[in-house]
């Protein structure tokens, strides 16, 4: 059983930035990695995307050009670095597998996912 594990989350103002890491613990070479988040009261939405080998990703309107997802196979990890926070970037944020290695923004196409961790942004 795989299991990925996020970090880098917190409180930050309007504007600022964090850069979110997600462990993963055992190797996933041929599979996408993604990144969800889910506001209070709202339904978990797709945020970003990357295939296995991290030369195509993938990304929900509300945050391209704002956010940038990376892979590492050297440390297996994946990333997801947020500038220019607004508000409504609060939520929290899931590293997730998928089951194919290309880019997916379908929550049913991942198959494990971390447990989250908070984003608070303050206007």
């Known amino acids: 059983q795989v299991q990925l594990v996020e970090s880098g989350g917190g409180s930050v103002q309007a504007g600022g930035s964090l850069r979110l890491s997600c462990a993963i613990s055992?190797?996933?070479?041929?599979?996408?990695m993604g990144w969800f988040r889910q506001a209070p009261g709202k339904e978990r939405e797709f945020v970003a995307s990357?295939?296995?080998?991290?030369?195509?990703?993938s990304y929900s309107d509300s945050v391209k050009g704002r956010f940038a997802i990376s892979r590492d196979h050297a440390s297996n990890t994946i990333a997801l670095q947020m500038n220019n926070l607004k508000s409504e970037d609060t939520a929290i944020y899931y590293c997730a597998r998928a089951y194919t290695p290309t880019t997916t923004q379908n929550s049913h196409d991942y198959g494990s996912w971390g447990q989250g961790t908070q984003v608070t942004v303050s206007s």
């Open positions: 990357i295939n296995w080998n991290g030369d195509s990703t």
């Open positions: 055992r190797g996933t070479f041929t599979s996408a």
